[in-house]
């Protein structure tokens, strides 16, 4: 392939991958969903332990919680993906941030242990880095 044309081809793929991102960025809250409510008595402490990559989204969420509940107290430790699901398992962590999803082996201890499947919430898609070869 001449230099001209995997040019073009990889500027192509870069145009279609950022508007992509444009696009999942345009993405609104569903407008039925009630207004939340702030309650009273909520204090203690919660831990996030899991994917290093999610350290700053967990920091600003809990950020913004605190200035609701400031007697919350909430640890985020980022060791990797793999250590959300035993954390959570073993009851050391209430959150359990994760950039890809749960083994069906993970999921089935969790749910031996506490009866029920984990709930997975789903925060975002990610592209860490896009590599082109001149």
Partial sequence: ???FKLSNLMA??????F???????????D??????????????????????TMNNLM????????????????????KGSSTAPPALIEGTAQ??????AMKAKEIDAFEK???FKPTQIRTSLDA????VHK
């Avoid at 920091?59 to 980022?78: A, D, S």
């Avoid at 959150?95 to 890809?100: I, K, N, T």
């Fill in 1 to 3: 392939m001449s230099k």
């Fill in 12 to 17: 192509i793929i870069t145009l279609v991958i």
């Fill in 19 to 29: 508007w992509n991102i444009g696009i999942a960025q345009t993405v609104g809250v």
């Fill in 31 to 52: 407008k039925n969903l009630p207004r939340y409510k702030k309650t009273i008595g909520v204090s203690g402490n919660a831990n996030s332990i899991g994917s290093d």
């Fill in 59 to 78: 920091t600003l969420w809990l950020e913004e919680f605190r200035k609701f509940y400031p007697m919350v107290n909430i640890q985020i430790e980022g």
């Fill in 95 to 100: 959150f359990g941030p994760m950039s890809r």
């Fill in 113 to 115: 242990e506490y009866g």
């Fill in 128 to 131: 860490l880095a896009v590599f």
